[in-house]
């Protein structure tokens, strides 16, 4: 089983401030998509990344893929109370096409 | 209805029981996922249905019995399970015809085991 590694697991920050939130793998993604979850709710998609190198933004949020396509990285500038969730990374394999492997996530605070 | 919806949200079973959860999408996907989220561990797949076909077994223990009718519905029977089966179950769905697609999840079944 190809594994993904998050970090940190709990993060816990002031309203206002910036965090950074990682996901890596020995193996190469062929893409890689980030999920929030809420308490009492589903995992809802962010961004989905695909090509090396490659950063997308989502209003306060930046997600980047590594060049070699074995880690990615969630920034969050000036979070939010509303930026509070379980931040997870899920990657999909260049040889296991269709399954998404999840981490273990990052529990995000923001606290006002 | 729209999304994904299962039933019911709360499952309280002692270990002799058979119970079913029930999951719903309205979204004409052709492929239906369970999966397992324990806390601080990563989600767990445990099956996966493509076309109304199981595509995927995770090895999951055979006290977890999927079904896929058709392919806007999915259980999973569950019979004399263990206390270390407690957990959120959570139903997704995706469209198999894209290759980086969105899986859409439901809001969790949580199960807890006497």
């Known amino acids: 089983t190809q594994l993904l590694e998050q970090s940190p697991q709990f993060l816990s920050i002031q309203e206002g401030e910036n965090l950074t939130v990682y996901c890596n793998s020995s193996?190469?993604?062929?893409?890689l998509q980030w999920y929030r979850q809420e308490p009492g709710e589903g995992p809802v998609l962010l961004v989905t990344?695909?090509?090396?190198?490659e950063v997308k933004k989502l209003k306060r949020l930046t997600f980047q893929f590594g060049d070699a396509r074995k880690d990615s990285s969630l920034h969050i500038t000036a979070a939010q109370p509303g930026d509070t969730g379980l931040y997870l990374c899920a990657g999909e394999f260049v040889d296991s096409w269709g399954k998404l492997q999840f981490g273990a996530g990052t529990q995000v605070v923001v606290t006002p | 209805e729209t999304g994904v919806t299962q039933t019911p949200r709360h499952l309280v079973m002692g270990m002799t029981n058979k119970k079913s959860l029930k999951c719903e999408q309205h979204l004409g996907h052709n492929a239906m996922y369970w999966y397992k989220q324990s806390a601080k561990k990563p989600l767990e797949l445990m099956f996966v249905?493509?076309?109304?076909?199981?595509?995927e077994n995770n090895s999951v223990p055979s006290r977890f019995s999927p079904e896929c009718p058709n392919s806007s519905h999915l259980f999973l029977h569950l019979h004399t399970l263990q206390p270390e089966d407690s957990a959120l179950y959570l139903c997704a769905s995706r469209s198999d015809r894209q290759n980086t697609g969105e899986l859409f999840f439901g809001e969790g079944s949580r199960l807890t085991v006497l």
């Open positions: 193996s190469v993604f062929s893409s």
């Open positions: 249905y493509s076309l109304e076909e199981r595509v």
């Open positions: 990344v695909v090509t090396g190198g």
